[in-house]
């Protein structure tokens, strides 16, 4: 595998599961990242880890909680969603967090749906 | 804070014809300046990066950005459209935050290239 994968690719769940969302990037970068892309809104960015530490949460819900085991992982943990959570969630990766400009690389996404 | 502003959500070419998609950036300093194609269905890719060391930055698939600063913009242009390159585009310029590095995207443009 090389680059960033997601999986699962499609996932549609109830309102009262849980599920995980798992990202896993093979270039050996320090710092991760979640973003939502809904429709007709700009990409959002949700969370930053870099070297495994929860660097940034912009305002996200609790209903969604991320975890990063190490600097190759990072999950997504949902539970009890809302209609409004469905969207395409993309996962990046970036060597350098603290270096501005440092390109960051996109996972295929997941395309989720809350019935 | 950067802010972005691309112009036009959709823009349709024929293919073979010039493809221009623009974008106006908002910020204090010399930003870092990137610009990422989306295929459908999948993540997004990188296509070129402004870092000021030169202000005509050459990208993949042919593709190129002039950076401008008196006009705060960051255009994309290509010299011949190929149906491959229907897509979507998005303008992001990057800024350091307490998080670390961070994009900021715009809204995006829909390419459609017509035959």
């Known amino acids: 595998e090389t680059g960033v994968t997601q999986t699962p690719r499609h996932l549609v769940m109830g309102m009262t599961n849980k599920k995980s969302l798992k990202c896993e990037q093979h270039?050996?970068?320090?710092?991760m990242y979640w973003y939502k892309q809904s429709a007709k809104k700009p990409l959002e960015l949700m969370f930053v880890y870099n070297f495994k530490e929860q660097t940034e949460n912009n305002s996200v819900p609790s209903r969604f909680s991320p975890e990063c085991p190490n600097s190759s992982h990072l999950f997504l943990h949902l539970h009890t969603l809302q209609p409004e959570d469905s969207a395409l969630y993309l996962c990046?990766?970036?060597?350098?967090?603290?270096?501005?400009?440092?390109?960051?690389?996109f996972g295929p996404g997941t395309r989720l749906t809350v019935t | 804070a950067q802010s972005v502003t691309q112009l036009g959500s959709h823009v349709s070419v024929s293919e073979g014809a010039l493809v221009l998609l623009r974008c106006n950036y908002s910020s204090s300093v010399p930003p870092y300046l990137f610009w990422y194609v989306q295929y459908p269905n999948q993540g997004l890719q990188l296509l070129l990066k402004?870092?000021?060391?030169?202000?005509l930055v050459k990208g993949i698939n042919g593709f190129e950005a002039e950076f401008k600063k008196s006009e705060t913009s960051f255009h994309l242009t290509k010299p011949s459209a190929h149906m491959s390159d229907a897509a979507e585009y998005f303008c992001a310029p990057a800024g350091l935050t307490g998080g670390g590095n961070k994009l900021t995207f715009g809204t995006g443009t829909q390419l459609k290239v017509e035959l």
């Open positions: 990046a990766s970036s060597q350098d967090p603290g270096q501005v400009g440092s390109e960051q690389y």
């Open positions: 270039l050996g970068h320090n710092a």
């Open positions: 402004y870092t000021s060391a030169a202000t």
